[in-house]
């Protein structure tokens, strides 16, 4: 079952018919986890087969969210030349105290522009596949979704889902 609900300043109200579906007891203590992007609701104790069915519900919402992103950025054509995404990206790695010096964080993304006779680098505005972890890259590759696709909805930000 999936609805949308609203948070309010009260914070988020589960709907009685969604707990229904989901087999909660009315008095069952919960287990709720923030994840990133994501809250997820279980009951605190569960038998053996539940917590089966549980695994099997997350590995179902998974699939369908991969089937999803896999619909927005359509398949791997397979680029002449092989896919530009495929290997780990080069990432630009400077000293802490030149990244310091320009006032940017230890951690920060660069990018890089070719000027005139100068190479410019700079903080990372935007989203890209540097901020996809290389086990999600690997799957994404393994179901033959198109990673130059993916990098350009990265970049733009928009909503998708």
């Known amino acids: 079952m999936k609805l949308t609900l609203e948070?309010?300043?009260?914070?988020?109200?589960?709907?009685?018919?969604?707990?229904?579906?989901?087999?909660?007891?009315?008095?069952?203590?919960?287990?709720?986890?923030?994840?990133?992007q994501?809250?997820?609701v279980m009951k605190k104790?569960?038998?053996a087969m539940e917590l089966v069915n549980a695994i099997h519900s997350l590995k179902d919402l998974a699939s369908?969210?991969?089937?999803?992103?896999?619909?927005?950025?359509g398949?791997?054509?397979?680029?002449?030349?092989?896919?530009p995404?495929?290997?780990?990206?080069?990432?630009?790695h400077l000293p802490d105290d030149v990244l310091e010096q320009a006032g940017l964080p230890r951690k920060a993304r660069l990018d890089m522009r070719i000027g005139d006779r100068e190479v410019i680098l700079s903080e990372a505005e935007s989203f890209d596949l540097r901020?996809?972890?290389p086990e999600m890259k690997e799957l994404f590759q393994q179901t033959n979704i198109c990673l130059g696709e993916l990098d350009g909805l990265l970049a733009g930000g928009s909503v998708i889902y």
Request: hydrophobic fraction near 35%.
């Open 7 to 36: 948070i309010t300043k009260k914070g988020l109200r589960i709907r009685k018919e969604i707990l229904n579906a989901s087999g909660f007891q009315r008095e069952a203590a919960l287990d709720v986890r923030g994840m990133e």
């Open 38 to 40: 994501a809250v997820i």
């Open 45 to 47: 104790e569960m038998t």
């Open 64 to 73: 369908d969210l991969l089937v999803h992103l896999a619909k927005v950025c």
């Open 75 to 83: 398949p791997c054509e397979h680029c002449k030349g092989g896919c």
């Open 85 to 92: 995404y495929e290997d780990d990206e080069t990432r630009i």
């Open 131 to 133: 901020d996809v972890s």
